[in-house]
């Protein structure tokens, strides 16, 4: 069965830093993508990231680069999301989730919440001002 268990989230203030942490069972590595997602109350669920182990890790929104980073421990089959300067619009869930991916899936969906099966139940982040 697979399981994504999100951590890490809490109350910070503006300019703090988090370290989200993505724990996934279940399933091997080497043939998933797992993707972070946020979302923010009345607004659609955005896709930040994904990694695959055969193609790293990639910030998918441009102006958070530089702000936020994602790394992979495979040996613990754990993604992280680390965010610097946080800001009250980062207030958000985030959730991260992972699919099976095959060649021909290709890049273009990896930031979309419809292309993911599986999703952890996610991990408040609240940004104060």
């Known amino acids: 069965e697979v399981q994504l268990v999100e951590s890490g989230g809490a109350l910070v203030q503006t300019g703090g830093s988090l370290r989200l942490s993505c724990k996934a069972s279940?399933?091997?590595?080497?043939?998933?993508?797992i993707g972070w997602f946020r979302q923010a109350p009345g607004k659609e669920r955005e896709g930040i990231s994904y990694?695959?182990?055969?193609?790293?890790?990639?910030i998918g929104i441009d102006s958070l680069k530089g702000r936020f980073t994602i790394s992979s421990d495979y040996a613990k089959n754990t993604v992280y999301l680390q965010m610097v300067g946080l800001k009250p619009e980062d207030t958000a869930v985030y959730y991260c989730?992972?699919?099976?991916?095959?060649?021909?899936?290709?890049?273009?969906?990896?930031?979309?919440?419809?292309?993911?099966?599986?999703w952890g139940r996610g991990t408040q982040v609240t940004v104060s001002s």
């Open positions: 989730a992972a699919r099976h991916h095959a060649l021909e899936d290709g890049l273009g969906s990896l930031l979309e919440a419809w292309y993911y099966e599986h």
């Open positions: 279940g399933f091997d590595f080497d043939d998933y993508v």
């Open positions: 990694s695959m182990r055969s193609d790293g890790d990639t």
